[in-house]
DNA sequence: TGTCAATTAACTTTCGAATCTTATGCTCTT
DNA sequence: AAGAGCATAAGATTCGAAAGTTAATTGACA
């Protein structure tokens, strides 16, 4: 009854889901279920189901016997996990410019429309993106490639787009450097996609995907935000 | 105890997923949890964290409060699948070959000969392809896209390749048509990665897999053995 | 005979105490 | 002091009966 979903693991999920990718649970934190049980209300057995399908969507990992932990982020991670997305998402995008009907390209406009119209930066924290505009911003993305008909290739690209918005989360300072047009490449992108020229779309998004990765890892310190090695304040 | 895996839910993970890339499970039929704690000798709880894996791998789905069914077969499934593959595993492959060491080299070079050495067709059973040389086939093609470093990527290539096992196995007749040459489209796989000519192993893939799917299209029935309309015989 | 509500049956989901595994701290020995 | 062995604690996993949900059956009524 207190959960958001059908069934009460659904809830669970979800509401973990969400504080991982909104940041109130640290990469690498443990996750115990006398914590857990205490902070979603819930039974362990509930908790766990949650857990398992965070761990298939690669959110949460976990080892026999040892419990789960919130994924940890690396250096390395978010090299490899951006080459798949230029290759995968771009591929994607192509298949949607291509195959995407009208609802698509109704649907991309108003997406497109929304974020533009969307708050950027909030007047009191400046250094992060404001909720709104990040879902905004997931929404476009989310729709220029939904016009894409093989739905597992979708899902791919989807569930690795998520992934990212992990780094994006733990990334303090992102969006405060100038000499970036967000605005403008969003719109050359949806341009591109508008016009069905899957060549040029597909770079585009190679290129936005490329310059927030490289954003990313120039302003991270050595070791991003990682609870792994300092697990908890004990008393 | 019972359990061959680390940990109970392990154990039956990993026969469950045996029994339904055997195909002792139908593809639609439902797996309720009376029959399942029965056959594998285990508690709802076990059985319910191996099913929620399965779901993650593709091989089971699940609806809330309507329980889990192995994942049921189709044309469309098959098709997409087909598409994804050819993209992602050519994808990899070139990776493989491009970044793959001295090591992946001789794993490659022994899963082949391995896989000529093995009979195709068993003395007694000439429908289906032997279970030794089907695993052989798959570490052979398992080994040549090991080479490649993103685990990403790679993980992604390896589970629509377990994906696919699914259709193969359900494909009656598979292998018995007289102008295939297996033999000579591994040899030259295996040659051209060999080779380190990329662009030549990645099109060899593509032609592999699109010609084994071809033939599951053009054997199978309108319908593919599926039980989700037939769901058990009642008393 | 056909439709609809009520009852029953079958199954799925949930719970939390019992069991088992791993980690931690302590003591004793070398 | 360093290390091995033991005792204790913390936490992960497992179980199966209780509660909740969906589907099937029955029976009443038009």
Redesign the interface.
């Known amino acids: 009854m207190t959960g958001t979903g ?2 009460r693991a ?1 809830g669970v999920y979800q509401r973990l889901r969400r504080d991982i990718l909104g940041g109130r649970l640290v990469p690498g934190a443990r996750l115990k279920f006398p914590d857990l049980t205490r902070r979603y209300e819930t039974s362990v ?1 509930a908790a ?2 949650a857990l ?2 965070l ?2 969507d690669g959110f949460v990992r976990t080892q ?2 040892q419990g789960f932990s919130v994924m940890p982020l690396s250096h390395e991670d978010l090299a ?2 951006t ?2 997305r230029l ?2 998402e771009s ?1 994607v995008l192509r298949l949607s410019v291509r195959d995407g009907d009208l609802a698509w390209e109704a649907a991309a406009v108003a997406a497109h429309h929304l974020l533009t119209r969307t708050p950027f930066l909030a007047q009191d924290d400046a250094s992060h993106p404001t909720d709104a505009w990040s879902s905004a911003h997931a929404a476009f993305h989310s729709g220029l490639l939904a016009g894409c ?5 979708l899902a ?1 690209a989807t569930g ?1 787009r998520e992934e990212a918005e992990l780094y994006l989360q733990w990334s303090v300072s992102f969006g405060r450097e100038p000499d970036r047009d967000l605005a403008g490449e969003h719109q050359a992108l949806l341009d591109a996609a508008m016009a069905r020229d899957a060549d040029r779309a597909a770079e585009l998004l190679r290129d936005h995907i490329a310059h927030t990765a490289q954003l990313l890892i120039s302003v991270a310190t050595d070791e991003p935000n990682n609870a792994s090695q300092t697990p908890l304040p004990h008393p």
């Open positions: 059908s069934t659904d057995g766990r189901e398992t399908r761990v298939a026999s016997n490899e996990l080459y798949a290759e995968i591929l008909r093989n739905h597992r290739l791919t690795l």
